[in-house]
């Protein structure tokens, strides 16, 4: 799940790009190399007009993406390699690192034939509360929520208030207005409960989402014995840290080694902040990161990264390939780094 700061990249990316300036611009702020940020890539997405589709890339262009950065001169390294690049300043040459958030079944099926086809390493940040069902992806069933009904009542703190959904319109903005709902209104600790009692008052199944499209602990087993790949952590319950207290934090983002030591046999050295943006993750929680003892932790603050990071490796910020850029000029203009400034105010060292 990422943010809603994607109409600046946007504006970013095709200022860059239609101007020339991303090839110009490339010695300045290239940066030494990047982190790649993927959800989903299947051919065949269960929802082709869904709100979330830009969580969903195609195989095909994870395939063209990383043999056009491969000739372009990037080496393809896993997750710990890459911390040690960074920490070396980037000697050895432009690297990337392929990372993928929240475990989707996918990841199995359709992504990693592609990158073995390339020798590519691959992180999966897992939150064992969306596998076990004590966190939902609740983006999905609010769409789920929103299809099925012609109208529905939030409890707000200003008493009930009524959403139309009967057209497509209004469903779109019925979506935006649960999205605030839920990341703004109803407590973290609070959203899963409102959550299925708003799905069941509808007939929504809200474990639906995740046991269709997330790995079983047994599929997650099997892709982390695979040579290419690195199990990391993203908290429990795929939690919006900042709007946790902080003992409350500090267990999301400890307790889930555990958890995962449990179930894999291995604890993870590697953590994503789950939403990743602003209101999601700050200092304190890069600061609950380290103290966990992670080697690396991941936003999705856009940037590439840059020498600097080696006093930053848990503020790292990652580049999207998301179903919105699906064209190889929009990722090589991210790649330049001309996006990176343009995206975050000014700044060249993208970190909290
Ligand atoms: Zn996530």
């Known amino acids: 799940m990422i943010d809603g700061g994607e109409a600046i990249r946007k504006l970013a990316l095709n200022v860059a790009r239609y101007t020339g300036l991303a090839p110009l611009a490339r010695p300045f702020v290239g940066g030494i190399g990047a982190i790649l940020m993927l959800h989903r890539v299947t051919a065949t997405p269960e929802k082709p007009d869904s709100v979330n589709r830009h969580l969903n890339i195609a195989p095909s262009f994870l395939d063209a993406v990383i043999a056009d950065m491969k000739a372009g001169g990037y080496a393809f390294v896993s997750m710990d390699e890459a911390v040690e690049r960074i920490k070396a300043g980037g000697k050895g040459g432009r690297f990337a690192t392929i990372t993928a958030d929240d475990a989707y079944r996918d990841n199995m099926t359709e992504a990693l034939p592609v990158l073995e086809k390339h020798g590519a390493p691959l992180t999966i940040y897992v939150a064992p509360g969306l596998i076990d069902g004590s966190a939902h992806l609740w983006w999905d069933v609010v769409e789920d929520i929103v299809k099925a009904c012609d109208r529905l009542t939030l409890a707000t703190s200003n008493g009930p208030a009524v959403i139309d959904c009967a057209t497509p319109a209004r469903k779109h903005q019925a979506i935006a207005r649960l999205h605030a ?98 209101s999601a993750v700050g200092c304190r929680e890069v600061g609950f990161a380290r103290d966990a003892g992670y080697a690396s932790a991941v936003t999705t603050r856009h940037g590439v990264l840059r020498a600097e990071h080696a006093g930053f490796l848990h503020a790292l910020p990652r580049i999207s390939v998301n179903g919105r850029y699906q064209s190889l000029a929009h990722i090589r203009t991210m790649l330049s780094g001309v996006t990176t400034p343009l995206a975050n105010a000014g700044k060249m060292l993208v970190t909290v």
């Open 181 to 278: 709902y839920f990341t703004t209104e109803v407590r973290e600790e609070d959203l899963r409960t409102v959550l299925r009692g708003l799905a069941a008052s509808h007939g929504v199944d809200a474990d639906a989402p995740r046991l269709r499209t997330l790995m079983t602990w047994d599929e997650i087993r099997a892709v982390a014995a695979h040579p290419l790949v690195t199990i990391g952590a993203h908290t429990i319950n795929h939690s919006n840290l900042k709007r946790l207290s902080e003992a409350d934090a500090r267990r999301e983002i400890g307790a889930v080694k555990d958890m995962l030591r449990t179930g894999l046999g291995e604890e993870p050295s590697h953590f994503a902040y789950p939403y990743g943006y602003a």
